[in-house]
């Protein structure tokens, strides 16, 4: 599943492409994946002649606004946006398609079909978020020392679920849970009310870290995961424990392991990560 790095970098190819353009018109394929309509062709009505403005990044959500209307847009595990050049052909697993003044169009794919696209006034736009229930971002603000202890404080559930939580911290998946987690020389299985205030600030440091260095790497192309214009990310080959059971820790030269926490897969250096 695309997490914060992922979906920060469509997000900044949004902005690239769509910059300046004005929509003709829309089309839903598969009616299930857009909400917020009684229709699927009322879509093209409401969207023709909008003027785009913005995307940014919510969590793991895309909000895309346009001058009179929004859409939100979650991946999920397979989800793509993709910019299709004039004259091409829709490819396979296309739900949605935003047809732009220049010939191209904007399309929303998943071959799952677990993502799903939002639409609605932009005035609704500040409740449509807050219903997300979102937690803190990691780059903002208050993704502080204080706010972070105030979340860990007397739980027992693990340090590593409880990052996954979105309405705890918003963006970050298994992945790089597993990443901060080895950078910051914490086991995930602690319970988060045992984190002193030391390894918290250890903890915020490395989740900047390591999702900057998730950025600046284009991202982690494991499986679906592919930027707007159809490249392929590289951070999977600089992970330090993720997907390297059986691997040779970096730091230590322990074993990394593979466990089961919570129904996903953690991995760990027992050696570094006390």
């Not at 997000?11 to 839903?28: C, I, K, M, P, Y």
């Not at 990691?138 to 559930?157: E, I, M, N, S, W």
């Not at 705890?168 to 080895?182: D, K, P, Q, R, S």
């Amino acid at each position: 599943m695309p997490e914060l790095p992922e979906v920060e970098l469509v997000v900044r190819d949004l902005n690239r492409v769509l910059d300046g353009r004005t929509l003709l018109g829309a089309e839903v394929l598969w009616p299930g994946y857009v909400e917020g309509l009684q229709r699927p062709e009322e879509l093209g009505k409401m969207l023709a002649g909008e003027r785009f403005e913005r995307a940014e990044r919510r969590g793991k959500f895309i909000l895309i606004t346009f001058t009179r209307h929004a859409l939100l847009n979650h991946l999920r595990m397979t989800g793509r946006i993709l910019k299709l050049p004039a004259g091409g052909d829709y490819p396979k697993h296309t739900h949605a398609a935003l047809e732009l003044d220049d010939g191209s169009r904007l399309l929303f794919s998943d071959v799952r079909k677990f993502g799903r696209l939002r639409v609605f006034p932009r005035e609704d736009t500040p409740a449509q978020v807050a219903a997300l229930r979102l937690g803190l971002e990691p780059f903002g603000k208050q993704f502080t020392g204080v706010k972070v202890a105030r979340l860990f404080d007397g739980r027992a559930r693990s340090v590593k679920n409880l990052l996954l939580d979105q309405t705890a911290v918003a963006g970050i998946g298994n992945i790089y849970a597993c990443e901060i987690l080895f950078a910051a020389g914490i086991d995930p299985f602690r319970p988060a009310g045992s984190i002193g205030r030391g390894e918290i600030t250890k903890i915020i440091r490395s989740t900047r870290r390591v999702l900057s260095e998730a950025i600046d790497n284009g991202g982690s192309s494991i499986s679906d995961y592919v930027r707007v214009g159809g490249e392929l990310g590289g951070m999977q080959n600089h992970f330090m424990v993720y997907g390297r059971a059986g691997e040779k820790c970096f730091r230590c030269r322990d074993s990394v392991t593979r466990e089961i926490q919570a129904g996903r897969s953690t991995f760990r250096c027992g050696g570094c990560q006390l």
